[in-house]
C-alpha cells in the first residue's frame, strides 16, 4: 500500500469528466460522480478512475467532502503505466 500510494505521487491530475450530481432527500447533502483523469508523469500514459463524492453544507459553506474510490484498481493502473501500457481507463 506503501508502495503505491508513493507511486501516486507521479501522476498529474488532468482534470473530471462524466460528472453527475445525484440530489438527496437532505437539502445540505449531495452525491457526486465523476471520472479523474490522470497521466503518469514518468511515462506519459494516460489513466482514469470513476469516484464518488459525497459533500454537505453547512450555513451555505462546504463542510464536509468524503470521497470514495476504488484504490486497488488506481494503483494497478499505476503499474500498468510504469509497464508501458499506452492507456488504462478503469
Partial sequence: MVVAALNMAAVTC???RNVVVHETGDPDVIVVE???????????VTASALFIG???????IL?????YQHTLAIAQAVGQAQAGTTEVLL
Fill in 14 to 16: 488532468g482534470g473530471c
Fill in 34 to 44: 465523476y471520472e479523474l483523469v490522470g497521466t503518469h508523469t514518468a511515462t506519459g
Fill in 54 to 60: 459525497v459533500l454537505r453544507t453547512s450555513h451555505g
Fill in 63 to 67: 463542510a464536509q467532502w468524503r470521497e
